[in-house]
């Protein structure tokens, strides 16, 4: 029987995931397959691997040949593909095709009889996360049959192979070949097989996992060879448009997609790049662009047209400095004239064309910010700001409803816009006289009548005066929260505020039929309704939203008022929504549910109930879920504690953890809960003092989630988020002002309760133009002419985060020697707390900018900031924060991580140093190399493990044993990774990769071990506390972690050399080893050789070592005791004591 799809994979040297990759296609759905696997030449183990699936898979065929590249191995996979089958696809073999994607797509094509079918594709992140492909995005957000990308042009952007199946007869009729030797061979044969498609199918689920790759040779832009081939491939497309009569408009749009789009990724790329680079870049692209008609130059964004005429009048240094703007300040720049507002960049010298700087409508867009919409007293009070971007900020006079060419006008009120300027995010302009208040009278809308069916929408819009003219724009809701509740003008009428993406509007409406009320009726639900109108309904109908599955159920009563018994038996115990309609002759009707009534909750087998309450848009729905709890009162005490209380018809009683989750970086705080009689509950909460492992705290800046859960639980999709009651919706948000801090209680996704803890920094301190006023009043402080700088020391440790490491060491030697000196520690956030006797200063406040200019002496373990010029008589001691394993610095040149422009600006930073610690003889010269260093180093080992030598180390392990309730005989394993910069950035941290299997540990250790989690500064997530596991990611400081510690496991962490102090064993959990090494970052030696311990590549080894780790360790004594002479050969002490004389002695320095 011939195949109906033939899957050609070429593979060459990726063993590592080709495993993945073929599982993937043998696990697909259907039969009639086959899998053309092209070895383009490899040298590793991948060709056995392909031939175990070849010969235990008669689906899949091995085909051979010398290295030819991508391009030339799939034609052959294509020549090689069964003659017979109807349908042609592709696969990279570092991806994965996730279950049912071709008999998805096939289905389609059956349907249709399009030419090919195109689908969604997810990016697969090196933890093996999923997420939406930013690229596909907006091409896939809806699945369309029988389309075309003339009439659909998003599909422009629709440029790879991979997610598509094409039909053989399509494929062999146009004789599509991919063109080789080049990079992005995908874009050749995709955009021009678009255009020469008769229709397409776009299937909106994802049907293709696209890895991430470090090393991948398409991710790497800043090389010439990637600009060459992709110009090459762009220019095919755009010449394959051209030459095609009725194309004109394609080609422009084409060309278009490609200056913004396409050759946009080598832009960005240029900061990294080298001069080789640059001249390729403007060589290439420049070439493309004198190609384009002027009309389409004209027609892009303006930050696009400004660079796009510096490329062309090759001005490459402004090129450079504007992209670094960007970086700092995105879309930013001055407006000139008034009657024809001009845009001018610093960044740019000479002058650019007219028509380049010319501003459009488009590039001066209004921004209208809600910062909170909230119905009071029967109205809709507005409050926000509203300006036109890059132009001054001035007053809001106006403001309106539209709905059409109908429109109602809003006064407004000007008020302070205190938070606006930082808001903006731009460093430029100042919008504090941009606030506005207004308020809408629901009457009036309906005094306006309603539009078709009984609806009206009406939008709020702005109007702002910038550059010359007044400008108009919608109202925005900051941050994405809830809208408004729904309210009622009456019985029939109702006002439902909606969010169109982030867009306010007010959608009136009138009701056909409402919920009365609702109740248990043995095993059923009862919900009683009031027809509004002549309607005479006979039943009442439930419809699934997800799967249109439903159920009817006969109404009784008097014509006006109905009622109808549910049996909680037609629910199947499964997650779903469903939706309540009246139905007879004519239309359904929707019912309504007041959202001042009362929501029911019904039990279901299985720990479930069904939860009856309005959805955003006022309508009762039924939800089938999980028991979750339910907040019915909260209240804020005198001392700012936050009290909430309510209901969880949980019947286990196991959720006794009221856990704050940051949506950033997903650290967790975990408190206590109160279970009160029968189903209620009560939590206290003080955000602004919050108990920890690091001291009393507030919750650091960003939004909080609330759940409830089991003790130890990890999972947080087993946690059960704090939803709010129906009656409190239109009471949030509310606001406490507590130590300095603004916390808000806010209302997200419908009824999810949320905390957001906002910033410590002074409103006028925050933001880009705050930071930038506090830089230029920095630079007249070091340009101010003074005796001597103040009698102060400066502390920095992980740029504020901890009071901690080096400087700790080194502020406690000082301060014991009783010198009239003012100790001030950086505090970021206010996430450290600092001992009395020295000054928290707030990172990027006033006071720190200050203490930059005037301290006499500065101690940082970080980078201080670029723009840092050390003083006259100032003396800078950076101590760094480890012994360097993976290359760092200048020395990351040439890897997928290297960022040119921090290289690049190495010799500046080190140059501000009076001294370099280093931790022992190794480190001098790689340190000096890696930061192009070249002034003075003291070779003391490092103050941070000076507790390690202390005379009284043994009672300060048993303070942290106590602080930390280790009990007492109990192995301590410290469990230490490093961070990876492949993994996801979430709140400015990455993600947490944890490769120890906790639960397996605990099983095969028992109970009297203990084993401490500490994630890397730089790395979010929370580990649940349990018997076994303690996570003291936010414990002060690591030295005296190593103190209680008996066993050590890293990877790559600098740890090592620390705990190396101790003599104590060390284990090493190396499961990416060869990535590490040969891709992500690299050693400064070999570590494989040198290792003080067993290199363990899995969990399961990592616990059976742990079983005895002396034994574990036995062969590598003499590799240990080597790498203590090598790399502990400076530690005895009193390294501290040798810092402090330092900073004494050199005060001329």
Not at 728 to 737: A, S, Y
Request: charge should be neutral; include cysteine.
């Amino acid at each position: 029987m011939a195949p109906r799809l033939t899957v050609v994979v070429p593979f060459y040297n990726v063993e590592e995931y080709l495993g993945a990759c073929l599982s993937s296609l043998a696990e697909q759905t259907m039969p009639d397959l086959e899998v053309v696997l092209v070895d383009d030449g490899s040298t590793d183990n991948g060709p056995a691997l392909a031939q175990e699936f070849a010969d235990h898979d008669p689906r899949f065929r091995l085909v051979r040949q010398e290295n030819a590249g991508l391009g030339a191995a799939r034609n052959a996979g294509i020549g090689e593909a069964r003659p017979d089958a109807d349908f042609l696809t592709f696969v990279d073999s570092d991806d994965v095709v996730p279950p049912g994607a071709y008999a998805r797509m096939l289905a389609e094509l059956d349907r249709s009889g399009s030419d090919f079918a195109t689908g969604n594709v997810l990016r697969l992140r090196a933890g093996g996360e999923l997420e939406q492909s930013p690229m596909f995005r907006k091409p896939m957000e809806k699945a369309r049959r029988a389309t075309h990308v003339t009439r659909d042009w998003i599909l422009l952007g629709d440029r790879i192979a991979c997610n598509k199946v094409f039909r053989r007869t399509f494929w062999d009729e146009h004789a599509f070949a991919f063109p080789t030797g080049v990079l992005y061979e995908d874009i050749a044969v995709v955009l021009p097989a678009h255009f020469l498609a008769r229709s397409v199918d776009v299937v909106e689920e994802p049907v293709y996992h696209w890895r991430d790759r470090d090393g991948s040779i398409t991710t790497r832009r800043a090389v010439p060879r990637g600009i060459r081939d992709r110009v090459t491939a762009v220019t095919t497309v755009s010449r394959f448009l051209a030459d095609r009569p009725g194309l004109a408009e394609a080609k422009r749009r084409y060309d278009a997609h490609a200056l913004s789009g396409d050759l946009w990724l080598f832009i960005e790329a240029l900061g990294g790049g080298d001069a080789e680079f640059h001249e390729a870049f403007l060589k290439h692209a420049g070439a493309f662009a004198a190609t384009v008609e002027p009309g389409v130059l004209a027609g892009l964004p303006l930050h696009l047209r400004v660079k796009w005429q510096l490329i062309r009048e090759r001005r490459l240094p402004e090129l450079l400095a504007l992209l670094a703007d960007e970086k700092k300040d995105r879309d930013t720049f001055h407006v000139t004239g008034l009657l024809r507002p001009r845009a001018h960049h610093a960044a740019v010298r000479a002058p650019l064309p007219p028509a380049t700087t010319a501003l459009t409508s488009a590039d001066l867009p209004v921004h209208a910010h809600l910062t909170e919409a909230v119905w009071r007293d029967g109205l809709l009070r507005l409050t926000g700001h509203a300006y036109v971007r890059n132009a001054p900020g001035g007053p809001v006079r106006l403001g309106w409803l539209r709905s059409g060419k109908r429109l109602i006008p809003l006064r407004t009120r000007p008020v302070p816009g205190d938070g606006a300027t930082a808001l903006s995010g731009r460093s430029l302009h100042r919008y504090d006289r941009a606030g506005f208040e207004a308020v809408v009278d629901p009457r009036r809308l309906m005094a306006k009548g309603a539009g078709s069916g009984g609806r009206t929408t009406w939008k709020l819009e702005a109007v702002a005066v910038g550059a010359g003219r007044p400008r108009r724009g919608p109202m925005r809701l900051i941050g994405t929260p809830a809208p408004p509740a729904v309210t009622y003008t009456d019985e029939r009428t109702r006002i439902v505020p909606v969010l169109s993406g982030n867009k306010l509007e007010l959608r009136t409406e009138r009701v056909a039929a409402v919920l009365t009320g609702q109740s248990a009726v043995e095993d059923a639900v009862r919900l009683e309704v009031k027809i509004l109108g002549d309607a005479g309904p006979v039943a009442l109908r439930l419809t699934e939203w997800r799967t249109k599955e439903t159920r009817e159920f006969a109404l009784r009563g008097s014509p006006g008022s109905r009622a109808a018994d549910i049996p909680l038996s037609a629910f199947r115990g499964e997650d779903g929504i469903w939706g309540v309609q009246l139905i007879g002759e004519g239309q359904p009707l929707t019912v309504a549910a007041r959202t001042d009534g009362h929501d029911g909750r019904y039990a279901l087998p299985g720990g479930r109930e069904l939860y009856a309450a309005p959805n955003p848009s006022g309508d009762l729905v039924l939800t089938d879920r999980p028991v979750q709890p339910v907040v019915s009162s909260f209240t804020w005490g005198e001392q700012g504690e936050l009290i909430l209380e309510g209901v969880f018809p949980e019947p286990t009683g196991a959720f006794r953890e009221l856990v704050l989750r940051h949506g950033g970086h997903r650290e967790e705080t975990v408190l206590g809960l109160e279970r009160g009689d029968g189903d209620h509950f009560r939590a206290v909460l003080a955000p602004a003092a919050v108990e920890g492992p690091g001291g009393v705290l507030p919750l650091a800046e960003g939004r909080w989630y609330l759940f409830l859960r089991e003790p130890g639980q990890r999972d947080p999709e087993a946690y059960r988020p704090l939803r709010l009651g129906t009656p409190l919706h239109r009471t949030l948000p509310e606001q406490q002002h507590v130590n300095g801090r603004d916390f808000t209680l806010q209302r997200r996704q419908h009824d999810r309760l949320v905390l957001e803890s906002g910033s410590a920094l002074p409103v006028g301190e925050r933001g880009a133009y705050g930071q930038r006023i506090q830089r230029e009043r920095y630079a007249g402080l070091c340009a101010a002419t003074v005796d001597e700088p103040r009698p102060a020391v400066l502390y920095s440790s992980f740029d504020g985060r901890q009071y901690s490491d080096s400087p700790r060491a080194v502020h406690r030697e000082l301060a014991a020697r009783g010198r009239d000196i003012e100790h001030l520690w950086v505090v970021r956030d206010q996430q450290a707390a600092v001992p009395e006797g020295a000054r928290p200063v707030a990172l990027h406040s006033a006071d720190w900018y200050e203490a930059l200019a005037r301290s006499r002496w500065i101690v940082t373990n970080t980078h201080l900031p670029e723009w840092f010029e050390r003083a006259e008589g100032q003396c800078v001691v950076q101590t760094w924060h480890g012994t360097p394993l993976k290359r760092i610095g200048r020395d990351l040149a040439g890897t997928p991580h290297a960022d040119a422009a921090y290289m690049a600006s190495m010799e500046h930073r080190s140059a501000q140093w009076s001294v370099l610690v280093s931790p022992n003889s190794f480190s001098t010269p790689v340190l000096r190399r890696a930061f192009g260093y070249s002034g003075e180093v003291l070779e003391c080992g490092y103050p941070r493990n000076d507790l390690l030598y202390a005379p009284d180390r043994d009672r300060a392990a048993a303070a942290v044993r106590e602080r930390l309730a280790l009990p007492d005989g109990r192995r301590v394993i410290l469990y230490a990774p490093t961070w990876r910069e492949d993994r996801p950035r979430q709140g400015g941290r990455h993600g947490f990769d944890l490769q120890l299997d906790l639960d397996r540990a605990r099983e095969g250790l028992g109970e009297d071990h203990v084993l401490l989690v500490r994630r890397h500064y730089l790395v979010g997530g929370s580990v649940p506390d349990t018997a076994f596991v303690r996570d003291v990611s936010r414990h002060p400081d690591v030295a005296e972690l190593l103190l209680v510690s008996d066993v050590l496991v890293t990877d790559y962490s600098s740890i090592m050399f620390d705990f190396a102090q101790t003599g104590r064993p060390m284990l090493f959990h190396t499961h990416d080893l060869a990535h590490y090494r040969d891709t992500l970052r690299g050693f400064c030696f070999d570590f494989e050789q040198r290792a003080p311990g067993p290199l363990i590549p899995d969990s399961a080894g990592i616990v059976a070592a742990l079983r005895d780790p002396e034994a574990a360790t036995a062969g590598h004594r003499e590799a240990y005791e080597r790498f203590r002479e090598a790399f502990c050969d400076l530690d005895d002490g009193t390294a501290a004591a040798g810092v402090v004389d330092r900073m004494l002695k050199g005060e001329q320095a």
